[in-house]
């Protein structure tokens, strides 16, 4: 297992949380990105903004916090989720970066509701 996989298993274990709701705080717009992990895997600590329209700036990981904070949105407008068999195997022919993250663990991320990315 390499040290990616190693790292993504710990913090699957310390994320052990309630809700699976996450909040990432973006350090240009400071804006709040809302997620909710809809399956077990590894979530990253940092994420592209998705609130700002045009806002190139990356969210923190508020570390699935509890209790949530006050002034934080509550309701998650992405999930993460694991890709089904079909979509696994797409993944693993295409290869690259989302593959590796992937299969070490990590969940992919979408808007809540959609099926699709
Ligand atoms: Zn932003």
Redesign the pocket.
């Known amino acids: 297992m390499g040290k990616r996989a190693q790292r993504m298993r710990r913090a699957i274990a310390d994320r052990a949380q309630m809700d699976g709701r996450d909040a990432y705080r973006?350090?240009?717009?400071?804006?709040y990105?809302v997620t909710v992990a809809v399956d077990k895997g590894a979530t990253p600590d940092r994420l592209g903004?998705r609130?700002?329209s045009g806002?190139?700036?990356?969210?923190v990981s508020l570390g699935m916090p509890h209790p949530w904070p006050e002034g934080v949105p509550t309701e998650p407008r992405w999930e993460w989720y694991r890709p089904d068999a079909a979509a696994l195997d797409r993944l693993r022919r295409a290869g690259g970066a989302t593959w590796a993250h992937v299969e070490a663990g990590g969940l992919l991320i979408r808007r809540k509701g959609k099926a699709i990315t």
């Open positions: 973006c350090d240009k717009c400071g804006r990105t903004c609130t700002t806002c190139d700036g990356y969210g």
